[in-house]
């Protein structure tokens, strides 16, 4: 059985791991490794705990950059018009 898996870069370093092909696999961390090294056994558990048989899986990864997450201004600047930015003053 071959289960597809993202494994997509978090701003802050870490990485999130989910899957379309097995609910409730969703994995995330700032170790990187510890987490990827944590899919096939998470996977297994799963697919154990639903009765299936889990001894012959293989993980396929897609492996996804995030987009560097962009302040309120910048959305607003980007043109997005649901984004407003702070232009009381007021400091916060």
């Known amino acids: 059985m071959i289960i597809n ?3 997509e870069d978090r701003p802050d370093g870490g990485v999130s791991v989910y899957s379309g092909d097995l609910a ?4 995330s961390g700032r ?3 510890a987490i990827i090294k944590a899919i096939e056994p998470a996977a297994r558990a799963i697919l154990e705990h ?3 048989d889990a001894s012959n899986i ?3 990864a897609t492996f996804v950059k995030s987009a560097p997450r962009m ?3 910048q959305n ?3 043109g997005d ?3 407003k930015p702070d232009c009381s003053g007021a400091d916060t």
């Open 24 to 27: 409730g696999l969703v994995l």
């Open 5 to 7: 898996v993202t494994i």
């Open 31 to 33: 170790n990187r490794i």
């Open 58 to 60: 293989r993980i396929d």
């Open 50 to 52: 639903k009765g299936l």
């Open 71 to 73: 302040t309120a201004a």
């Open 76 to 78: 607003f600047a980007e």
């Open 81 to 83: 018009p649901s984004v």
